[in-house]
């Protein structure tokens, strides 16, 4: 059965970084994309982002582009997802989630396995 | 376009059957994926690929696909059944980008 395990809440001041780390057990981490899925107090999901861990390359979306660092280490099956310059509007609980592909006919995008999420906070 | 339309807030009557929809260019070349979140949790995948369940989610729902628009219907929907449901789809601007629907409140009266 695959896991991911999040790290925990952090609080943050208006302008630093924060690093939320996602530990995946039970599955073939290389193979598989990771991405990492916002939500902000009351709204929706917002994608921030993916990587395939064996490939390191990582697609952002264009709303983070500059200021989201999506990393993986396959020694640990650990990603990471780094956001910089933090303003109060991104207080949000982020997800990571694995990311998989089916084929049949077209193709469909799927999140199969959610981390529990993390809280972020950012206050001064 | 990269972005998915969905209804805000669908209801329907215990153990009658509801369609919540999604609606965006980018559905004409890829399936959505359907989630089910309820408050507090992490959303849980519900509908992937052309009409696929994971174990686990009821037969009563089930997905379908018609031009630029996706379907996730709901069965003789239960009240364990109300809760925010969320659309997504790779974009169609030719990376490999994800984008979510806004999300439809589902009640069940």
């Known amino acids: 059965q695959v896991q991911l395990v999040q790290s925990g809440a952090e609080v943050k001041k208006p302008g630093s970084s924060v690093k939320v780390s996602c530990k995946a057990s039970g599955g073939t981490f290389s193979s598989y994309a990771i991405s990492w899925v916002r939500q902000a107090p009351g709204q929706g999901l917002e994608w921030m982002g993916g990587?395939?861990?064996?490939?390191?390359?990582?697609n952002y979306a264009q709303k983070f582009q500059g200021r989201v660092t999506i990393t993986a280490d396959e020694s640990t099956s650990t990603a990471y997802m780094e956001l910089s310059s933090l303003r109060s509007e991104d207080t949000a609980v982020y997800y990571c989630a694995r990311d998989r592909m089916i084929v049949v006919e077209k193709e469909g995008y799927y999140f199969d396995y959610w981390g529990q999420g993390t809280l972020v906070t950012v206050s001064s | 376009s990269s972005e998915l339309t969905q209804d805000p807030a669908v209801s329907v009557a215990l153990g009658q059957t509801v369609r919540i929809t999604c609606q965006g260019d980018s559905l004409r070349s890829y399936y959505a994926s359907w989630y089910q979140q309820k408050p507090g949790q992490a959303p849980v995948l519900v509908i992937y690929?052309?009409?696929n369940r994971p174990s686990g989610i009821p037969d009563r729902f089930s997905g379908s696909s018609s031009g630029n628009t996706a379907s996730l219907t709901i069965t003789g929907a239960q009240a364990e059944d109300e809760a925010d449901y969320y659309c997504n789809s790779r974009d169609s601007s030719g990376n490999h980008l994800r984008v979510f629907g806004g999300g439809t409140k589902l009640t069940v009266l």
């Open positions: 690929g052309k009409n």
């Open positions: 990587i395939i861990p064996i490939f390191g390359t990582a």
